[in-house]
């Protein structure tokens, strides 16, 4: 189980934590980049529009570089071993995303729309928001270990997020999905950004105490070891939660991120392959049962499978049914290998919501394939950085809230990029820090400071050996 | 607990690469065919995004492209005299797609031809902006005028040909539209537009192309078909010679009589005097006589049965398969179930015409690139020999008599030679409805060379009968046509 014990495992980071470079100054290097590349697309953009250098270069350059230098600042002192990766891969993401994000609200397609609003500053101010939650998270957290005292806690807070936009007056119905609340002033919030975080540390706390439990007793069946009856518990229970989710707030994309979580952390604390095929069995189950009589995923699957009939349908102007997964594909096939160039390209035609869910198509049109490759690689990247600090974290709980956190993350680029370009049906998610939503690039800027946190511990020198009591003279201790 | 681990690892490499590889097969695979889908408006973007080339009548457009606004097309296409010209261009409407020429040679006026590839890539290179090509048409200004003026307020259409290289001179349909009214895509004005020129709310049809695209029974002009078929098999050799033509005639296995327009001198009479005065019963017999195959041989071999490709397409014209002995008689004049495009019977003139040779209709002379270097030009082609030279030179000297004194007297122009033919088409069961007036011919010149041969059909023209026949409504049409493309010659 721990890795220091496993001989097996020490040719890898595990072990070289003692005495490892801290890296930060490979992370500040990074950073240059990251806050270079998107300025340099950000000029690209107005020269392709306007012919001229947009003059909000010079903010927009010093705020993304502001953003990236308090972040570096902040690691560099409360979280010097961290993963030099994670900052810069987020920076750069959330920096391309804003360009992105300013292109399109230069659209005049997009500008007559009557629920038009100028996304980029706002995005700007969410990032700002995100990197100081990412502060107060290094600043706060001294130790991950912490969280799991709030264990129950946790799946408490988790429940209410997620039950939030059911409450009547509270929670805001947008085009089919009820995943928003509605808190005046404010704009709308989506809870399950969030609630991805809480729950991840419910799961790791949660799973760190019944680990043994549920991966001892069991019963060998055909190769297979099947838990005990009771032991299906927990499994059953966000199982039935997330077709609670589904059935309810018809959010596909959340369903399945919160128990494909769950059996990935499952599977890792008790090294039991019969959890992932429960999970698939039940996850299969659960979507087929829930498709049967569910039309708003029944006609999700229905675009997936026909997206040029759902484009038809909803250009004869059949209520309930929209042309912007065809749109996306044309996007993405416009774009070809090299793409149009930033700021020349018609994705804008996707309308709504093509600045958030659909923002890849974007970069699919106008930076092509290579663009999109290298956006997916960037994820990736993260991912595997995300893991590898599970690897390498010395803790159970360290180990499980790393690769919960991970796992999500990776689900949900997955989930929504694989939706946009039809490789799935389409689930109302954001890709993480490129598209436009406070809610979801604050929770990812805070996912990556625990991340980087758990990191921070994970590499961090092993305290020097106690000092060898023999060598020195017997104190007496007197009461 | 890092086995597992690393599994997931694995597991999240594969979700990534599940998007990479999806990514390849959409934006490299799958791209050109989303890229060109009819119904990517980015297709349609492209199209407008620059003027459009010009399609060339005598070295002036009759085509332009004017700036639009308030819509992601920035040109659309502007016509000169549209409603002159729309049966030669076509239409390239933003909202409602293109046809005929602006469709056929697409590629050409927006730049997107493969064969402009190379100067394309020259062009990004040196930052030009794309631009379209020139299509240069064989037409003749002065003839399409006559034409269309010809035609008036008349329903109808004319086709000239120029038989020595089957350049098509004149393409004339009424009544017509303008394509400029609804060339953008305003849902105020164009497509209002758009809705008043179909078929449903206008019963005249005005965006058929009554020249290419509409077949009517060609009656007596159809003669000369018989005729040929009679000089070609041998039955007649002598066009001056009587022939075995009994009046009155009853059609074969039939008991009823096949009559003639009035009390016209038919019994026995010569193929020249037969066509002078259009005997129904010379011609019937000779139909029935020769059979079905050898008048559908030689009909096939004007070109009817077949569409033409001009390059817009031309309907084809009919003579029918399958039919007994009386069919195969009316077919002869004209009747039954034959039926001809003007294009076609202005074919049959034309083969006349050029000593027996018919050659391919075409009306694209060339296609230019952007600096008006040719790209594509057009070789005049013959498409086959319905008559021998002799038999043809028969022919031209019976329709110069119909011309002469006989029906077609209203074609004559002073000093040069005019070979034509009537028809009076039956239209509607029982001729219950007005008839067509058909009118054929070719203008010959001093040297024997043709410069023009025309056909011209006038639907509903008058109430009476006599009069719509051919040669009053028809003739003076064609004889304008000739006479400006004779005029423009000298």
């Known amino acids: 189980m721990s890795s220091t014990t496993n001989p097996s495992t020490h040719h890898t980071s595990t072990i070289g934590a003692i005495g490892a470079p801290s890296r930060r100054n490979t992370e500040l290097a990074l950073l240059v980049f990251a806050v270079v590349i998107p300025v340099f697309a950000y000029a690209n953009v107005g020269l392709a529009l306007n012919d001229q250098v947009p003059p909000g270069l010079l903010g927009y350059g010093l705020g993304l570089g502001l953003l990236a230098g308090v972040g570096h600042l902040v690691v560099r002192k409360f979280a010097p071993y961290a993963d030099p990766l994670l900052l810069p891969l987020a920076t750069l993401l959330n920096g391309l995303g804003l360009v992105v994000i300013w292109r399109l609200d230069q659209s005049e397609r997009l500008q007559v729309r009557s629920t038009f609003v100028e996304a980029a500053p706002r995005q700007l101010l969410y990032s700002a928001l995100g990197v100081a939650l990412f502060v107060g998270v290094l600043l706060l957290l001294k130790d991950h270990r912490v969280l799991q005292r709030y264990t129950y806690i946790s799946m408490f807070a988790a429940l209410v997020l997620l039950l939030l936009p059911l409450v009547p007056g509270l929670g805001a119905d947008v085009f089919g999905a009820k995943i928003w609340i509605k808190i005046p002033g404010l704009g709308t919030i989506q809870p399950g950004e969030f609630a991805k975080i809480v729950i991840a540390v419910f799961f790791a706390g949660y799973l760190m105490v019944k680990r043994d439990a549920l991966a001892l007793a069991s019963r060998r069946f055909m190769g297979l070891y099947l838990p005990r009856g009771r032991d299906l518990g927990p499994i059953l229970m966000v199982w039935a939660m997330s077709i609670l989710i589904l059935v309810f707030e018809t959010d596909l994309g959340t369903s399945l991120l919160f128990f494909g979580m769950f059996v990935v952390m499952l599977y890792v604390a008790t090294e039991r392959t019969s959890w992932i095929v429960f999970g698939l069995l039940m996850s299969a189950a659960g979507a087929v049962g829930v498709a049967s009589f569910e039309p708003h995923v029944q006609q999700r699957v229905q675009a997936w499978l026909d997206p040029m009939g759902e484009y038809l349908k909803s250009k004869q102007g059949v209520v309930g049914h929209s042309e912007q997964s065809m749109e996306a594909l044309w996007a993405f096939g416009s774009g070809g290998v090299l793409g149009t160039g930033l700021g020349q390209g018609n994705s804008d035609l996707i309308g709504f919501a093509a600045n958030s869910d659909f923002i890849l198509a974007t970069f699919g049109e106008e930076l092509g394939l290579a663009g999109v490759m290298a956006i997916l690689l960037i994820y990736g990247l993260i991912v595997e950085r995300g893991v590898r600090t599970a690897l390498a974290a010395r803790d159970p709980f360290g180990k499980l809230l790393a690769v919960g956190l991970s796992g999500a993350f990776a689900l949900q680029v997955f989930v929504v990029a694989g939706g946009v370009m039809n490789l799935i049906p389409l689930t109302g998610m954001t890709l993480p820090f490129v598209a436009y939503g406070g809610s979801s690039v604050i929770a990812n800027w805070a996912l990556i400071g625990i991340l980087i946190r758990i990191s921070d511990t994970a590499r961090r020198p092993a305290p020097s050996p106690a000092p060898n009591p023999d060598a020195e003279m017997t104190q007496v201790v007197r009461p | ?490």
Request: net charge negative.
């Open chain 2, 1 to 490: 607990m890092n086995k597992p681990l690393r599994r997931i690892a694995i597991f999240c490499g594969l979700l990534v690469l599940a998007l990479l590889v999806r990514d390849n097969w959409l934006q490299y695979v799958m791209a050109t065919e989303l890229k060109e889908d009819k119904a990517n408006r980015r297709v349609a973007i492209e199209r407008y995004a620059q003027p459009r080339g010009d399609i060339i009548v005598d070295g002036k457009s009759i085509t332009g492209s004017a700036k639009t606004e308030g819509s992601d097309f920035d040109y659309k296409r502007t016509y000169k005299n549209g409603e002159m010209w729309a049966p030669v261009t076509g239409y390239a409407s933003q909202a409602f797609g293109a046809t005929q020429l602006e469709s056929i040679e697409d590629g050409i006026l927006t730049g997107n031809d493969d064969r402009l590839f190379f100067r394309r890539t020259l062009d990004m290179i040196t930052g030009k902006k794309q631009a379209g090509g020139n299509v240069v048409t064989t037409l003749s200004a002065a003839a399409q005028k006559a034409a269309f003026e010809g035609l008036g307020d008349k329903k109808g259409a004319v086709a000239a040909i120029d038989p020595s290289t089957g350049a098509i001179l004149a393409l004339a349909s009424t009544p017509s539209y303008d394509p400029s009214t609804f060339a953008g895509n305003s849902t105020e004005t164009d497509s209002k537009a758009w809705a008043k020129l179909q078929k449903k709310e206008n019963p005249d049809d005005p965006m058929l192309n009554r020249a290419l695209r509409e077949t009517y029974p060609p009656g007596s002009t159809f003669k000369v078909v018989t005729a040929a078929a009679a000089l070609e098999n041998g039955l007649v050799d002598d066009v001056d010679a009587k022939t075995d033509s009994p009046l009155p005639y009853t059609l074969p296995d039939t008991r009823t009589e096949l009559k003639n327009e009035g009390n016209i001198p038919c019994k026995d009479a010569s193929l020249r005097d037969a066509l002078k005065v259009s005997c129904n019963t010379v011609f019937g017999k000779i139909g029935a006589d020769l059979g079905k195959d050898k008048m559908k041989e030689e009909a096939e071999k004007f070109g009817f049965n077949s569409e033409q490709f001009t390059p817009v397409r031309s309907n084809a014209s009919v003579f029918p398969d399958e039919m007994d002995k009386p069919q195969t008689a009316l077919s002869s004049i004209g009747q039954f179930e034959t039926a001809a495009t003007p294009l076609q019977m202005a074919m049959v003139a034309s083969a006349v015409a050029n000593d027996g040779t018919l050659m391919k209709p075409y009306m694209v002379d060339k296609l230019q690139a952007p600096s008006l270097d040719v790209i594509e030009q057009t070789e005049p082609e013959e498409m086959s020999k319905p008559l021998s030279e002799d038999n043809a030179q028969k022919l031209q000297s019976i329709m110069e008599t119909v011309v002469q004194d006989g029906t077609g007297t209203r074609a004559q122009i002073p000093g040069v030679t005019v070979g034509g033919k009537t028809g009076t088409a039956q239209h509607g069961v029982d001729n219950s409805e007005k008839p067509y007036a058909w009118f054929i011919s070719y203008a010959k010149l001093k040297d024997g060379s043709s410069p023009v041969a025309v056909a011209v059909v006038v639907e509903d023209g008058s109430a009476n009968r006599d009069d719509i026949s051919g040669g009053g409504l028809a003739a003076p049409i064609a004889q304008a046509v000739m006479k400006a493309v004779v005029d423009s010659k000298q």
